[in-house]
């Protein structure tokens, strides 16, 4: 008898990873590829031959590797939520560069968009803002060429990366995505579900050129006759990897940024400066994008200070002064909103040492955390997953200034485990999912009350003043 298993392609913003599970969720193989948009100023954005290349090679491969008697039951594709590709209908040439979500080129765009900011917040449970996808394909027929004439002979398909994926792997016959990628376009209406015509109409974009929509967990093709039974966002995916989140439960997952969705069931409430977001399955959580965490080190890196990324969580812990720091590379998400914004070290001098630097970003990172939470209802159940969980300082320091329970990812890669969960229920596949397996509680610093309230103070008066005094 052949042992079954899942393969999981997720389509990050900084790699990609091709992941085979078996059913009671073990690791059966992994292999991966950095992948990094091209930056320069406002652009960030890639080259979609090589993305295609590169996502099918890594598939091929790990499927290459499977143990012999290993039979692949279901392929799931999840991916960053932001990024589109525009290509030809006919022809399959890809007609633009993949622009990232984090792409600042569709400034204009957005803010000569005839809309309210409230309405479009009503409408998708999003903001008008140029991360999402509409702003950016405007951008597109302004200054693309060959998108313009795609558009003319009405060749033209504009998608999510997942479902440019699934076009190509089932061979050319589903263009489809599900909901948690297609609200992330900005011109799908969360209410009913469905294409909105209004944004289409604000946006002048036809709806011919969009992907139908599927549930997460659907049939869409097949892939060397394995069907292919996922299309998600990344975010939703390591939600579903969380277990069974509750209304109120949280997940900050990490990374390049940082999310923080918390579940509030199957009606679209709102928050004031937060993200009402589609879950997959079809219920709604609060959403809370920080916009850098995990690139914070990486920034630090190219300003010249020196250190191994193994070497943050003990540079972290080595600091006897930690220097106060504004996170705002690239502007602060939510619920503030703000783009204008700059990172800034407080009383940076001759005397700081490396690990002042370091241990200010990561002692700034959870203080960030701790604001969002704040505006939340607080709940009973806090995880914490992805990247930044190697960095175990952050989230000590989070438990011990929030004085709240949290427990953290034994698996690093919890999109992929979360996949594999859709997966085997949409199959009616049955899979033991117990959370001391795969969650363990966070220890905080053994520091008192009165000290942490002292670091507490510290840090609101020193955000407060340079939310509101950018440049000091």
């Known amino acids: 008898m052949k042992n079954k298993c899942f393969i999981v392609l997720d389509l990050g913003t900084s790699s990609f990873r091709a992941s085979a599970f078996s059913t009671d969720l073990k690791t059966i193989s992994q292999t ?9 100023e406002a652009k960030a954005e890639y080259d979609g031959k090589e993305v295609l290349s590169s996502g099918i090679k890594l598939l091929d491969a790990l499927m290459e590797k499977l143990p012999a008697g290993t039979q692949p039951v279901s392929i799931g594709i999840t991916s960053q939520r932001s990024s ?23 400034t204009k765009e957005i803010a000569e968009a005839k809309i309210s900011q409230e309405e479009i917040h009503k409408l998708t449970g999003l903001y008008k803002t140029h ?94 006759n394995i069907p292919i039974n996922l299309c998600v966002g990344d975010q939703q995916s390591a939600f579903a990897g969380a277990g069974n989140l509750q209304t109120n439960d949280t997940l ?14 199957s009606k679209p409430t709102s928050v004031p400066g937060f993200l009402t977001s589609i879950s997959f399955d079809g219920n709604y959580m609060l959403e809370a994008p920080i916009i850098s965490a995990g690139t914070l080190y990486k920034w630090l890196q190219k300003e010249g200070v020196e250190f191994e990324e193994k070497d943050i969580d003990s540079l972290s812990r080595k600091s006897k002064n930690p220097i106060l720091f504004f996170p705002a590379l690239g502007g602060l998400g939510a619920p503030y909103w703000k783009f ?23 002692q700034s990172i959870a203080f960030l955390i701790r604001n969002i939470l704040g505006f939340l209802k607080k709940g009973d159940n806090i995880k914490v997953s992805g990247g930044l969980t190697e960095i175990n300082y952050i989230f000590e320091f989070l438990t011990t200034i929030t004085s709240t329970n949290i427990s953290k990812a ?29 969650f363990s509680p966070v220890v905080p610093f053994k520091i008192s009350t009165q000290d942490a309230k002292k670091l507490i103070t510290q840090w609101d008066k020193f955000f407060a003043y340079y939310l509101e005094h950018p440049f000091g």
């Open 32 to 40: 991966q590829a950095k992948i990094q948009p091209t930056f320069n």
């Open 84 to 106: 589109f590709v525009m290509w030809d209908k006919n022809t399959g040439e890809i007609l633009a560069p993949v622009l990232s979500w984090q792409d600042a080129r569709a």
């Open 131 to 224: 991360f999402y996808s509409a702003p950016k394909i405007v951008w597109c027929f302004e200054h693309i060429e060959a998108v313009k004439k795609a558009s003319e002979k009405g060749t033209l398909l504009i998608a999510p990366l997942a479902t440019f994926f699934i076009w190509h792997l089932s061979g050319k016959k589903v263009f489809s995505c599900d909901s948690t990628l297609a609200q992330r376009t900005l011109l799908f209406n969360m209410n009913t579900l469905k294409w909105d015509d209004k944004l289409l109409e604000v946006f002048n974009i036809k709806k011919t050129f969009l992907p139908s929509i599927k549930k997460s967990s659907d049939d869409y093709g097949r892939y060397k």
């Open 252 to 265: 900050i997952n990490t990374g390049t940024g940082a999310f923080l969705m918390q579940n509030i069931g």
């Open 340 to 362: 204008d914004l700059l990172p800034f070290f407080k009383n940076l001098g001759d005397k700081s040492e490396t690990e002042d630097i370091i241990c200010g970003v990561s």
């Open 410 to 438: 034994k698996d690093k890669e919890l999109t992929s485990l979360g996949a594999c969960l859709i997966m085997a229920k949409y199959l009616n596949i049955s899979i033991n999912y117990e959370d001391k397996e795969h």
